[in-house]
């Protein structure tokens, strides 16, 4: 089975503008959560999503916002990008049992 | 989730066990302790939970104190490719909660 899938791996982005991330998770998986990781530190919860419904929210601004969509891929969203916003954008997907799955992630950089 | 405190670093020779211990002394009854690990730049890898009782996998062992309040993961025989850093996290179950990362231990496996 294929694991948790994230696009694109790399991105390289302009302050101001806007990303999009996207998701795929293990297949009759349900849940999806996405984290911020700045390099030196742990990932930071962002959002998460069971069943299409926002479950939790992280202490990030409005600039951030998400969906799940039937299927219960994710996208991330990101507005007005700012200097801080390069990190490593991990998403992780999880049945009703233990553990999540995280993916490879993308690395956003913003110049 | 209860806030877990972790050495910053610590190191093992290869072949030997590496043992890393977590405190989390505000642990309540229905929190389970979760160890993940994450090697440079990929995304966070689940190793093994528990919540009173001590565990084994192929990965690791868990060992938990009897008041729950500190535990200690296990690699019995570490490699190299056990360089990473690991994280202890307490949550309820589920996997509908957002997990909650600290610094982690940064185990470096010295040949």
């Known amino acids: 089975d294929a694991g948790v899938t994230q696009s694109p791996t790399h991105l390289i982005k302009t302050r101001g503008q806007q990303v999009t991330l996207r998701c795929s998770p293990i297949?009759?998986?349900?849940?999806v959560s996405w984290y911020q990781q700045v390099l030196g530190q742990g990932p930071q919860f962002i959002f998460q999503y069971y069943e299409k419904e926002e479950r939790g929210r992280g202490n990030f601004p409005d600039r951030f916002s998400a969906r799940q969509f039937p299927n219960y891929s994710s996208e991330l969203n990101v507005n007005a990008l700012l200097l801080g916003d390069s990190a490593l954008y991990l998403c992780?997907?999880?049945?009703?049992?233990?553990?999540?799955?995280f993916g490879s992630g993308t690395r956003l950089t913003v110049v | 989730d209860a806030k877990t405190t972790q050495p910053p670093s610590m190191d093992c020779a290869e072949g030997r066990a590496a043992n890393l211990p977590c405190n989390h002394s505000?642990?309540?009854?229905?929190?389970?302790v979760y160890w993940y690990r994450q090697i440079h730049s990929q995304g966070p890898q689940y190793i093994i939970h528990g919540l009173k009782n001590n565990e084994t996998n192929e990965m690791a062992s868990l060992i938990i104190t009897e008041d729950r309040k500190s535990s200690t993961l296990i690699l019995p025989h570490a490699t190299l490719r056990d360089t990473a850093v690991y994280y202890c996290i307490v949550s309820e179950d589920t996997g509908r909660r957002a997990l909650t990362f600290g610094s982690g231990t940064r185990l470096q496996v010295q040949p």
């Open positions: 297949s009759g998986h349900k849940s």
């Open positions: 992780a997907s999880s049945s009703t049992g233990f553990g999540y799955t």
């Open positions: 505000t642990i309540s009854g229905n929190e389970y």
